[in-house]
């Protein structure tokens, strides 16, 4: 079970990512984020991504079952001008597809890190994004409505269903 976490007083390098097997207390697994969000791994479980919100960075790490997640580097860098990363998951073909807060869109990114897709949506404050449906086709992308005055964005809050042509992972289950 992974687990992100954050500095409220945004302070870069105070927040981690976790492993928890179910039993003790859980372990660090990586530090020197300000906001872990969006954790996911690639379908052959062979990599794993995680954001750290707000320095727009998406770091992909290598998985080893005993070693965790290693070798981290940048997977794609966002100008905040462009939005803030927030949520994330990964599909059948390994794309990254990510949530854009304050960028009314979610960001497909393919397992290289090159821009492939943008669906957008007609709010501003996109929070997180993931499959779902009978087959998986479904990206179901939610939005937040925090701070915002009741005339403004006034569908802020909702939840979006796109069809984006491919299919996201089952979900794993908690083995702890």
Same mark, same amino acid.
């Given at each position: 079970?992974?687990?992100?976490?954050?500095?409220?007083?945004?302070?870069? /390098?105070?927040?981690?990512?976790?492993?928890? $097997?179910?039993?003790?207390?859980?372990?660090?697994?990586?530090?020197?984020?300000?906001?872990?969000?969006?954790?996911?791994?690639?379908? @052959? %479980?062979? #990599?794993?991504?995680?954001? @750290?919100?707000?320095?727009?960075?998406?770091?992909?790490?290598?998985? $080893?079952?005993?070693? /965790?997640?290693?070798?981290?580097?940048?997977? *794609?860098?966002?100008?905040?001008?462009?939005?803030?990363?927030?949520?994330?998951?990964? =599909?059948?073909?390994? /794309? *990254?597809? *990510?949530?854009?807060?304050? +960028?009314?869109?979610?960001? #497909?990114? =393919?397992? @290289? +890190?090159?821009l492939s897709e943008v669906i957008e949506v007609p709010?501003?404050?996109?929070?997180?994004?993931?499959?779902? %449906?009978? $087959?998986? +086709?479904?990206?179901?992308?939610?939005?937040? #409505?925090?701070? &915002?005055? @009741?005339?403004?964005?006034?569908?802020?809050?909702? *939840?979006?269903?796109?069809?984006?042509?491919?299919? %996201?992972?089952?979900? &794993?289950?908690?083995?702890?």
């Amino acid at each position: 079970f992974w687990i992100g976490t954050m500095s409220y007083e945004r302070v870069e /390098g105070a927040a981690a990512v976790y492993r928890w $097997d179910g039993a003790g207390e859980p372990v660090p697994a990586w530090g020197g984020a300000t906001i872990a969000n969006g954790l996911g791994f690639s379908p @052959d %479980g062979s #990599r794993g991504y995680w954001i @750290d919100t707000p320095t727009g960075r998406v770091t992909v790490f290598d998985y $080893d079952a005993e070693a /965790g997640l290693v070798e981290p580097r940048t997977f *794609v860098e966002i100008p905040a001008e462009q939005g803030h990363p927030d949520g994330l998951t990964v =599909d059948a073909e390994g /794309g *990254v597809w *990510v949530a854009m807060h304050r +960028g009314s869109a979610v960001w #497909r990114f =393919d397992e @290289d +890190g090159r821009l492939s897709e943008v669906i957008e949506v007609p709010v501003s404050k996109v929070t997180a994004c993931t499959f779902g %449906g009978p $087959d998986l +086709g479904t990206l179901y992308i939610t939005t937040s #409505r925090e701070n &915002l005055p @009741d005339d403004v964005e006034p569908a802020s809050g909702s *939840v979006y269903a796109v069809e984006p042509g491919v299919q %996201g992972l089952e979900p &794993l289950a908690f083995k702890g």
